[in-house]
């Protein structure tokens, strides 16, 4: 289970800091992922951290701003979001699974879904 939290409403240029809290995993062998789904919009990759706290990577509209990072000891996954647009307005999921996928940015992967927590960046 994934319990994603963190979210609210702040100002264009502002941070926030999101939490996944994993359950009922092998945290250290799983991979995890945040996705982030805009209003009128398909559900878009964020950033993924492989199991174990290795490589990390995060689309291309995040790079430079936001930083995925996890807590092993915690079995928590982070989303650091700094310098925030109004754009980056969504609801945050946090998704895990088992090992790695090479495909690690598709939805389809993840089979462990939290209920997500909602974004909000205003101008």
């Known amino acids: 289970q994934l319990q994603a939290s963190g979210g609210g409403l702040v100002q264009a240029g502002g941070s926030l800091r999101l939490s996944c809290a994993v359950s009922?995993?092998?945290?250290?062998?799983?991979?995890t992922a945040w996705f982030r789904q805009a209003p009128g919009k398909e559900r878009e990759f964020v950033a993924v951290?492989?199991?174990?706290?290795?490589?990390?990577f995060h689309a291309d509209s995040v790079k430079g701003r936001f930083t995925i990072s996890r807590d092993n000891a915690k079995n928590t996954v982070y989303l650091q979001m700094n310098s925030l647009k109004p754009e980056d307005t969504a609801v945050y999921y946090c998704?895990?699974?088992?090992?790695?996928?090479?495909?690690?940015?598709?939805?389809?992967?993840?089979?462990?879904w939290g209920p997500g927590t909602q974004v909000t960046v205003s101008s």
């Open positions: 951290i492989k199991r174990g706290g290795g490589s990390t």
């Open positions: 009922g995993r092998t945290f250290s062998s799983s991979s």
């Open positions: 998704a895990a699974r088992a090992g790695w996928a090479i495909a690690f940015s598709a939805e389809y992967e993840y089979s462990s």
